[in-house]
């Protein structure tokens, strides 16, 4: 089994962090704020040198801007009984 692979941006967890994470449901494994991301693109399960072809487009590519992003809520991902985690859906920035 391959694993699944993504692009994505670092993002600082800030002042609105701890607040969002405070109602996530019991039983959900939190990850460390220093692993907090922005997916930009899931490749899924494929194989190393196409995720590493990829992650070169994006770097190779025209320059990234600086975008103003708000958060609206949370959003379950994977198997709806139980998910494998949480996404913070934005609501403007998308």
């Known amino acids: 089994m391959r ?42 399960p494929v194989r190393q040198e196409d995720a590493l072809t990829a992650w070169a487009r994006v770097e190779n590519g025209p320059d990234h801007r600086t975008i103003d992003a708000r958060l609206a809520s949370l959003r379950p991902m994977g198997n709806r009984r139980r998910p494998s985690a949480f996404a913070a859906i934005l609501a403007e920035g998308r």
């Open 3 to 44: 694993p699944n692979w993504f692009i994505a941006i670092p993002v600082p967890a800030l002042s609105w962090f701890s607040p969002l994470v405070a109602h996530v449901p019991r039983g959900i494994r939190r990850f460390h704020p220093e692993d907090l991301h922005l997916t930009v693109a899931f490749l899924g």
